[in-house]
């Protein structure tokens, strides 16, 4: 069976005056050597296809795959991770992870909390901010936090990210809008502890991997699991299983908004704990990072003794199941 392999190099972004930011949730070669040996490992046969630009000219050329393993990222528009898929698509080519409906609005936090709030569970309430004026409408009580509504990786996060009053939330607001076109997302804080619970499967076969809790060090950017935070993890983090009673409330509620969206393969669903120890769901990333060392998603494997092949194999036989091949 031939695979595929679609994805995002950093550093042929960064070749072509891309920043160091814009280029944050891209993969390193490391991260495609370690999938693409995995799949070797499970006895797949790889083609290395890269980005879409590279996807689009190669399937006008007439070539072809069995499946194909995308986790292309994308660099504009919120559209962005919904362009492989949908070329995909359009050519009848079976591929790994979410279709292009799902990766188009779990891209943008504020649609994706319609949906969940939509299914009953539990999320911050929010605003959205797309120009400076719209802070004047914002009625949610403060301390509030701010973030762009359409990054991952941390990106526009920082210790400033929570505000405490108008003044600071419009300087904040003016400050990232500037930087990120797409708008921004305004949210009650969540004060409480901070888990990513990393799922596999799809539809009622979806289930929990395993939890992770993120604790900051003294050292590190107050308030949330940023983007310094997360590039410096080694450093700035520590992580813990939890197995209490509100880690497995927060395992029920990951799995409930995996399945509410309609995620597929595997990911991760990010969640914080409310005043009152209740967790919330903050986010999904259905194109998890896949780093075998340093990305959240297999670090919460190794914590379960599930090695990083057996976690390409999972998504794999996901993707096989649900397309038939």
């Given amino acids: 069976m031939i695979i595929g392999f679609t994805y995002d190099l950093r550093s042929d972004y960064l070749r072509e005056g891309f920043t160091e930011e814009e280029t944050a949730e891209f993969d ?3 991260t495609i050597e370690g999938i693409e040996g995995a799949l070797h490992g499970l006895g797949y046969q790889t083609d290395r296809i890269g980005h879409v630009k590279n996807l689009t000219q190669r399937l006008v050329k007439g070539d072809r795959w069995d499946m194909v393993f995308n986790i292309c990222e994308g660099i504009h528009g919120i559209g962005r991770e919904a362009q492989v898929p949908a070329l995909l698509d359009a050519y009848n080519i079976p591929y790994t992870f979410s279709d292009p409906l799902v990766l188009s609005l779990t891209l943008h936090k504020g649609m994706t909390k319609r949906v969940i709030r ?3 569970l539990a999320t911050p309430d929010f605003a ?20 762009p509504a359409a990054e991952g990786t941390g990106k526009g996060i920082d210790a400033k990210s929570r505000v405490n009053n108008k003044a ?3 300087e904040v607001c003016k400050s990232l809008l500037t930087r990120f076109s797409l708008g921004l997302i305004v949210e009650t804080f969540m004060p409480g502890r901070e888990f990513t619970v990393g799922i596999a499967g799809t539809g009622e076969k979806a289930r929990v991997l395993g939890i992770m809790e993120v604790h900051l060090k003294a050292e590190a950017e107050a ?4 983007y310094v935070n997360k590039e410096n993890c080694d450093d700035l983090v520590v992580y813990s299983v939890p197995k209490d009673n509100v880690a497995e409330r927060s395992r029920e509620l990951a799995l409930a908004s995996w399945r509410c969206l309609n995620c597929r393969d595997a990911g991760r669903v990010d969640l914080r704990a409310d005043v009152n120890g209740i967790p919330n769901f903050l986010e999904v990333n259905p194109l998890a990072g896949l780093h075998p060392i340093h ?5 919460i494997c190794k914590f379960q003794g599930i090695p990083f092949q057996e976690l390409i194999r999972f998504i794999m036989d996901s993707a096989r199941e649900r397309t038939g091949f």
């Fill in 128 to 147: 959205m901010v797309m120009v400076p004026g719209d802070v004047e409408m914002i009625r949610l009580p403060y301390p509030l936090f701010v973030k």
């Fill in 28 to 30: 390193r070669e490391s």
């Fill in 223 to 226: 308030h949330s699991y940023t």
């Fill in 118 to 120: 939509d299914c009953g």
């Fill in 168 to 170: 600071e939330l419009l």
């Fill in 295 to 299: 990305s959240d998603l297999p670090i």
